[in-house]
């Protein structure tokens, strides 16, 4: 039997606690999972002592950790930053010990972490890959309908050619390929790959970075052995005949591969960070402070996260098992 999954507090004034016990009234019996929090900010819940004890928990289970202020939904405290620290560094040992089979982190504010314990990281993933002890991670948005990866991420647009260079493409989709194999069960991955540029450069005359970067990488990874097609003109990549022909869609910066994922399904989407010596999913969406508390938030990209830890790691302990 998989064994439970770590799901990380998030800010307590956003609707994590909520969403949390929506998805427990929906996943008990289904799957096992606990919340890392403070006992205060989720009033739905059971505490436990050990992750083993979610499996049987009548309510939302909790593993108890103290943050240093109550919480009032709509209204982040400074206060809590260290806490939401803290549940996601216990949820990353908690990983890495064995004893959970991967982690399912509720949605934080930069803002508020920068602000009142000086987070020093741009988000979750690369926080996440630093605890992972990892050169490299690589966030993924998938629903149902599409899988993405962006090969830059939370950059200003006119940084992006900067950023991109063929090492940053070369080892982003050998992570996303490598994870394809196996955490997602798909042995032969097929993956299309987007131009930077209108229409892919349309042979260099709307830029040259198809040409002379992303191309050559392209060929080689074929030459190793990757299915892999482009650059491809990201304004037809999306369609559902596009769509049928790849298993993956990497995309050169955020908006070109958010985008049509969020529109094809913005409340089953999930963010998966590929690349960590542990498992790790998100739901696809923020702290939503406006509406926290009032009953209203859609726990379903928050299901739909839990499962897709739970199907990842079953799939992972497959595979590691057969190599």
């Known amino acids: 039997m998989t064994l439970p999954i770590a799901l990380t507090s998030g800010d307590p004034a956003g609707v994590g606690p909520e969403i949390s016990s929506k998805a427990y009234g929906v996943l008990k019996g289904e799957l096992a999972f606990f919340v890392v929090g403070d006992r205060r900010h989720f009033p739905d819940c059971v505490e436990i002592s050990n992750p083993s004890e979610a ?37 990353v040992r908690l990983a890495q010990s064995g004893i959970v089979s991967g982690l399912c982190t509720n949605p934080i504010s930069k803002q508020v972490l920068i602000e009142g314990a000086g987070f020093a990281h741009p988000g979750h993933t690369e926080f996440l890959a630093e605890l992972g002890g990892v050169k490299q991670s690589v966030m993924m948005l998938t629903a149902p309908e599409l899988s993405v990866i962006p090969v830059t991420i939370h950059i200003a647009l006119d940084q992006v050619k900067t950023v991109l260079t063929a090492e940053l493409l070369r080892d982003t989709l050998r992570i996303g390929r490598d994870a394809l194999i196996r955490d997602f069960g798909i042995r032969a991955p097929r993956i299309a790959v987007a131009g930077l540029n209108p229409h892919a450069g349309e042979g260099g005359l709307m830029g040259r970075e198809e040409i002379e970067l992303i191309a050559p990488v392209l060929a080689e990874l074929r030459i190793n052995g990757f299915d892999i097609a482009g650059p491809l003109p990201a304004d037809t990549m999306f369609h559902p005949p596009a769509r049928a022909r790849y298993d993956l869609a990497v995309c050169m910066y955020h908006d070109q591969a958010l985008i049509p994922i969020k ?6 989407g999930v963010n998966v960070t590929l690349g960590l010596p542990f498992i790790r999913t998100s739901p696809d969406h923020g702290t939503a402070f406006d509406i926290a508390g009032k009953g209203i938030a859609d726990a379903t990209s928050l299901i739909e996260a839990l499962r897709r830890a739970r199907d990842m790691a079953t799939a992972r302990a497959a595979y590691d098992g057969e190599h």
């Open 55 to 91: 499996k049987n928990a009548a309510r939302l289970p909790l593993l108890h950790i103290d943050f240093a202020a109550s919480a009032t939904p709509g209204s982040p405290d400074h206060a809590n930053a260290s806490g939401v620290i803290n549940s996601i560094e216990t949820a």
């Open 263 to 268: 529109t094809l399904n913005f409340s089953a």
